[in-house]
C-alpha cells in the first residue's frame, strides 16, 4: 500500500519520491537530520538493525545487513525514510497541530481532518487481540490515512507503527492532550507487544497518572525472540528439470526458480533474496529458508507446483507470500 501511494506521488509530483517528501515535509517541519536510505552512499553512522536468532540459540539476534535496508527502500514510503528523535518530534507536533516550522498552517483544515478521520472501521486488530482486554486497555476502531485511530484510558488516540528488517517504531498522539510518545528500536517485537506496553508506561506518565506497568510486569508480558527453522528434504517427485524456470506475477513480479549445482538442490530467487527449497509431503510442494542476506529473517512454508492435462508444470501457487490474501493466494506462471 505505501508502496504503491509512493509510486502515485511520483506520478503526480513528476519527480522522485525522495524530493517531494523533503520538499513538501522535511524542508516546511524543519526536519534536517532526515534522509533516505535509498540516495544515502554513507551509511557509517546508521544503527544497526537485529532480528530473531536461530531456534538453536533462542535468545541469540542475528544483524540485518544494511545492503538489505538498503535494498528493501525501493518501496520507498514502506521502509525508506532515516530519521531520530528530535526531527520526529517535530512530526508529531505537526499531527497534534497542523502547523509547520515558522507557526504557519501547514495544509488547509479540511486536509488536515481527513489525515486521522476515520475511513474505515477496524474490530479485529493485532492491537485488540493482545491489549484490549488487558488491566488498562489499549483499543483500535478505525483507520484514517495511515494512522489507527482508537482509545487508552479513554483518551482518543492516534497510532501508527513501522516495521521493517531489523527495526520497529511505534507513534503514540494524544490529539485533545497535545502529547506525543515516539519509540524506535533496533530489534524485533512481534505484534507490536513491547512497543504498546513500554507506550502504556510512557503514555501514563505523560498524561500525568500512576503507571499501571513496570519493568517487571513489561518483561513478564513479553515472549522470547523465536526463529523455526526448516528441515531439509530435498526429496522431488518429478526430475528437477521440470521446476526450472522463471514464473511471472502481473502484481508480484518475477520469480525465478533454479538449480544449484554446489548444492545439489533448488533454489529461489526473488527480487533482491534468495532461498533454500526444500520438498515437504505433499507432491510438487515446497518450503523456502531463506539465504545470504535474508536468513534467519523470511522463511515460507508452502509453495505448490500447478500442472495441466498433461501432468506438465505451468505455474506456482505462493500460499505463504500473502499474510493477508486468504483463500487467494498469489500464483506465478511459467513463462521460461
Known amino acids: 500500500m505505501y508502496g504503491f501511494a509512493s509510486y502515485l506521488s511520483e506520478r503526480l509530483g513528476n519527480e522522485p519520491w525522495e524530493n517531494l517528501v523533503t520538499s513538501k515535509i522535511f524542508d516546511r517541519l524543519g526536519m534536517t537530520s532526515s534522509t533516505f536510505i535509498t540516495t544515502l552512499a554513507d551509511l557509517s553512522g546508521a544503527a544497526q538493525g537485529y532480528d530473531k536468532g536461530p531456534k538453536s540459540k533462542p535468545k541469540a539476534v542475528v544483524p540485518v545487513p544494511l545492503e538489505l535496508s538498503k535494498k528493501w527502500g525501493i ?161 522431488p517427485q518429478r526430475p528437477i528439470i521440470e521446476y526450472i524456470g522463471l514464473y511471472v506475477n502481473p502484481i508480484y513480479g518475477n520469480l525465478n526458480v533454479e538449480f544449484d549445482p554446489n548444492n545439489e538442490h533448488l533454489v529461489l530467487r526473488y527480487g533482491v533474496a534468495t532461498w533454500d527449497f526444500w520438498t515437504k509431503s505433499g507432491k510438487d510442494q515446497f518450503k523456502a529458508e531463506g539465504t545470504g542476506m535474508i536468513k534467519y529473517l523470511k522463511n515460507m512454508y508452502r509453495f505448490t507446483f500447478l500442472t495441466n492435462e498433461n501432468d506438465g508444470i505451468v505455474s506456482v501457487r505462493v500460499d505463504s507470500f500473502c499474510s493477508t490474501c486468504g483463500n487467494d493466494p498469489p500464483i506465478f506462471h511459467k513463462v521460461v
Not at 497534534?96 to 504557519?104: A, F
Not at 483500535?140 to 492516534?158: A, P, Q, S, T
Not at 531489523?166 to 528500536?185: D, E
Request: overall charge negative; proline content about 3%.
Open 75 to 235: 518501496w520507498a514510503g514502506s521502509g525508506a525514510i532515516m530519521s531520530n528523535a528530535v526531527d520526529m518530534v517535530k512530526y508529531m507536533n505537526f499531527h497534534l497541530s497542523n502547523t509547520d516550522k515558522n507557526g504557519n498552517e501547514f495544509m488547509t483544515l479540511a486536509n488536515f481532518n481527513a489525515l486521522h478521520q476515520q475511513h474505515r472501521k477496524l474490530s479485529s486488530t493485532t492491537v485488540n487481540t493482545h491489549f484490549g482486554n488487558e488491566e488498562v486497555p489499549t483499543t483500535e476502531n478505525g483507520y484514517g490515512l495511515g494512522w489507527k485511530r482508537g482509545l487508552y484510558r479513554n483518551n482518543e488516540i492516534l497510532l501508527h507503527s513501522g516495521s521493517t528488517y531489523g527495526y520497529r517504531s511505534f507513534i503514540t498522539l494524544f490529539p485533545s492532550q497535545n502529547i506525543g510518545v515516539f519509540t524506535s528500536m533496533n530489534g524485533e517485537d512481534d505484534d507490536y507487544i513491547l512497543r504498546v506496553l513500554l507506550h502504556n508506561f510512557l503514555s501514563d506518565v505523560a498524561l500525568g497518572v500512576t503507571p499501571w506497568l513496570d519493568a517487571p510486569s513489561i518483561c513478564d508480558r513479553l515472549t522470547a525472540p523465536k526463529y523455526t527453522g526448516y528441515s531439509n528434504t530435498n526429496n
